[in-house]
């Protein structure tokens, strides 16, 4: 089964507002990353937070880890309509370091 | 610089026809992995190889087998195809070790009929 599981499945905003996606993880792991993918595109990497990191940025994004409850938010702040695509968190576990598991993704639309 | 390249973009088999999906990576790096993409299924892991010569399965291996003769190539082949099969499958590579991000190729979109 997959390792994480993003919430919302589908997200919808206006341009300008900020938007948040969810990912829980089941098991423990070394480090969590978000992608992007356009559609019809590849994956694209858009930041990397380690086990023992809280929180971090990345110009308009935020990520923050919270290893007690197994979750990571990723916040996308002033979006854009470019920033449509679809959002994805992926693991990579202690004990399994060399697998990259994905969750399922959320679709972040923007409307101009 | 062009990074990840999967050959062919586009397949379409019959049912039975085998087939093999190229990717190849012009970074030097160790790791290598193919994922197949289903809607509302997000990624999941077929196979993966952590350096020249070798190979592991990954989540849904059955039906695939893989190999890495050289370090810069990861072929996926499909023996005998399923309409099971019928995905869009993407490589990516990574310089190796546990915090290295993946970079991805365009994807193959196979469709067995």
Not at chain 1, 35 to 63: A, F, M, T
């Amino acid at each position: 089964s997959q390792q994480g599981e993003e919430d919302p499945q589908a997200l919808s905003i206006q341009e300008g507002e900020n938007a948040t996606m969810n990912c829980s993880y089941k098991t423990s792991i070394n480090n969590l990353q978000w992608y992007r993918q356009n559609s019809g595109r590849g994956l694209v990497h858009l930041i990397l937070i380690r086990s023992n990191e809280r929180e971090k940025h990345s110009g308009r994004l935020r990520v923050t880890l919270d290893t007690s409850k197994k979750s990571s938010s990723l916040l996308i702040t002033a979006s854009r309509a470019a920033d449509t695509a679809s959002y994805f968190c992926a693991t990579v576990g202690r004990g399994s370091a060399r697998q990259l598991t994905f969750g399922s993704g959320t679709q972040l639309t923007v409307l101009p | 610089n062009a990074g990840v390249t999967q050959t062919p973009k586009f397949r379409v088999l019959k049912t039975g026809q085998s087939m093999t999906l190229l990717c190849a990576q012009d970074m030097n790096h160790e790791y290598m992995y193919w994922y197949r993409q289903d809607p509302g299924m997000g990624l999941r892991l077929i196979h993966y190889s952590v350096g020249e010569g070798t190979t592991a399965k990954g989540e849904v291996p059955d039906g695939y087998n893989v190999s890495r003769l050289k370090k810069q190539n990861f072929l996926l082949g499909l023996e005998s195809a399923a309409p099971s099969q019928t995905s869009v499958y993407f490589c990516a590579s990574s310089v190796g070790g546990t915090n290295t991000e993946a970079f991805f190729g365009q994807g193959t979109r196979l469709t067995v009929v």
